[in-house]
């Protein structure tokens, strides 16, 4: 059986230049594919098929549940492509699998000539959040978007849920958006960024926050990197430990995998009601992560695949 190529040669460009585990789910079109020599492909993944030692010109076809466990071992993210024809049912059914094995890739329907898309929102301590959409380091539902979109969300979520005292905003980010809620944020502490709101232009641990409501999104983790530039003798753990002990309340968000003394600090603390973990799963997908497994997360190569909240 032979197929009409529907996927975007960037796509295909996109799937062969990327590090990871390449997956075509369905068998059907499977020897057309590799006829083609595409791209490389490692795994044939099928419902009915996988996980009975069969093979595709001595490429393996395996089960959902086997990809997940080859992913978690490898520690590589996958890049999975529908091929089941043009049946939008059955897509949204195997693309439902894969998110409840909480696999870790990207994935494209090949049927439909782009990357497949369905979540618009996540869940955060049992409340829905629409993810934040933006041109700026966002991105919009219909493509991969940034971890920006949970933040904001939850930024926007923050500053809204606080009442009594002001609040400052540790690292010039809301600046850049246009929250309805914005102007609640009194001060904004940044040493580098030159954008016009900041008006505290120091470090934080010159900064006394007490009694401050307090936000701060993809801040900390360049704290004492070297970073932008500027020259900090502190830490990252030292800035959540400061913002943690002297604010009235606050929320703090780092991409996980950035900064490894900061992922320690947090996997040593794991049990602290206070940190939450959110993990990207398939494209938007983004999970809690309630093992906490902050160590098998990597960041990248597209922006983070887990998320440090801390909230007090």
Not at 75 to 80: D, P, S, T, V, Y
Not at 114 to 143: A, H, S
Not at 218 to 228: K, P
């Amino acid at each position: 059986m032979k197929m009409a190529y529907r996927v975007d040669k960037d796509v295909f460009e996109y799937i062969d230049k990327c590090e990871g585990i390449k997956v075509i789910y369905g068998v059907t079109f499977g020897e057309d594919i590799i006829k083609e020599n595409i791209f490389r492909v490692d795994f044939f993944c099928d419902r009915r098929e996988g996980g009975k030692g069969k093979y595709i010109k001595n490429i393996p076809i395996i089960t959902v549940l086997e990809l997940s466990e080859i992913i978690t071992r490898s520690g590589k993210r996958a890049l999975i492509l529908i091929c089941v024809g043009p049946n939008e049912a059955a897509v949204h059914s195997i693309y439902g699998d894969l998110c409840r094995y909480d696999i870790d890739a990207d994935v494209f329907n090949y049927f439909n000539s782009n990357c497949f898309f369905r979540d618009k929102t996540f869940l955060y301590k049992d409340k829905i959040f629409k993810l934040y959409e933006n041109i700026y380091n966002c991105g919009f539902i219909n493509t991969r978007m940034t971890e920006r979109s949970v933040e904001l969300a939850l930024g926007e979520y923050f500053i809204e849920k606080c009442t009594g005292g002001g609040i400052c905003e540790v690292g010039a980010v809301t600046p850049y958006y246009p929250f309805e809620c914005a102007n609640r944020v009194k001060h904004v502490i940044d040493p580098t960024d030159m954008h016009k709101r900041i008006d505290i232009r120091k470090s934080v641990f010159d900064c006394n926050l007490r009694g401050w409501n307090v936000l701060s999104i993809s801040t900390v983790e360049h704290i004492g990197t070297g970073d932008y530039k500027f020259s900090e003798k502190h830490t990252a753990v030292e800035a959540v430990v400061k913002i943690l002990r002297e604010s009235k309340s606050c929320l703090i968000t780092a991409p996980i995998g950035y900064n490894a003394v900061l992922d320690e600090w947090v996997y040593d603390n794991r049990h602290d009601v206070r940190i939450q973990l959110l993990k990207r799963g398939c494209n938007n997908h983004w999970n809690n992560d309630e093992g906490k497994s902050i160590k098998d997360i990597k960041y990248g190569p597209y922006w983070a695949n887990g998320l440090i909240v801390i909230e007090k």
